[in-house]
């Protein structure tokens, strides 16, 4: 039986977003310090496939959070409007930290950074302009329809807003790019940033918000009712779900028509984002089984540590990867001592993490232990 300290029944979420974390420190580690001679080896190619994981997960994870707090909302009895503002503004708040970001990472880059990095779209800003979709895309729906069919409503904007962006995106990649639009706001678009072309690397809206509804949809879907009474249940069904998506994308792709007249499986296509849905539902369910019947029910779990500070972490990590703080390790490590200062880091990050979530429990520990403000001698009485 889990013990006392065994994480909620919502810990899956933040052992998800934890991982998503920790693939992303090794991907960056590797990165920019693996030297020249090992960076065609087959241990830096399956470093980036892994790497490709975290920002799905990350906006996948962001919608089945706004499905969460949304549904709280409305239970409150908060209107339309009130949803709307509250989550857009969250949303907005996200998108202002990645501007922020942004203008710390080229102020400590200062004099050989572009200033084009100003405006380059990373995912934060991505999860940012996202909520605020989903938030339009839940307000409309919530005032369309009729009390009583509001749920529906909003699992059918959720659904429609991840096949309208991923849909979209290879013609706005391609046959139909904004190319008239200024670099910065096309780079929103399809990624093109100033290199004349869509980027893969970059994070635009298309195909990246996709990610989101669908998230979205999951969390309306998980925490009806209905299956709110049944989790394990249902995130088995995601499980099995996802991979029948995988096999689907894989058939898809193999038919000798496709429906669009550029095609690009593993960047812009409809059948890849199936593919990486379904690789994201299958972990959901993974990391719902290990939290409630795996290791995850006993004790510290440093993966839902680090998921509760995600954005700390996320953070803190870019500047100590690819600032000036480790500027001898650039581009200068073997496969060995990448692997040694990749876990440095994430230990790093996990102490951190602790430290933010638990530094008043630190303290008063301290303090009776007396290392810590010690306590005064107490005075006679009488004194």
Known sequence: MPTATAPSRLAWI????????VLMFQTHCYDSWLGAADRNSTFLMYSQILGTLPA????FLAGVSFALVTGKLARKGCSAAEITRTMARRGAEIFAFGLLFRLQEYLIAWGWAPWSDLLRVDVLNTIGISMMLMALACGLALR????????SALLIAAFAGAAAITLLTPPLWTTWRPSWLPWPIESYINGVHTLGAPQPWLFPIFPWTAFAF???AAGFVLFSDRASERPARTLALFGVAGIALIFLSRWLDRLPVQLFSVYDYWHTS???FLLRVGLLLLIAFLSYAWCRWGLGTFGFSPLVQ?????????????????GRWFWFFKNNLNVGETIAAAVAVIVAMLLLSTLRTHHHRLRLWLSNAGWWFPRQPERAQGD
């Not at 799905?56 to 906006?59: D, E």
């Not at 369309?144 to 749920?151: E, F, G, S, V, Y």
């Open 214 to 216: 669908a998230g979205l």
């Open 306 to 322: 680090l998921g509760q500070t995600s954005l700390l972490v996320y953070w803190v990590h870019i500047e100590l990867v690819y």
């Open 144 to 151: 369309c329809a009729p009390p009583q069919h509001q749920r």
């Open 270 to 272: 409809p059948n890849f």
């Open 56 to 59: 799905p997960l990350f906006l």
């Open 14 to 21: 933040d052992w998800m977003r934890g991982l998503a974390c």
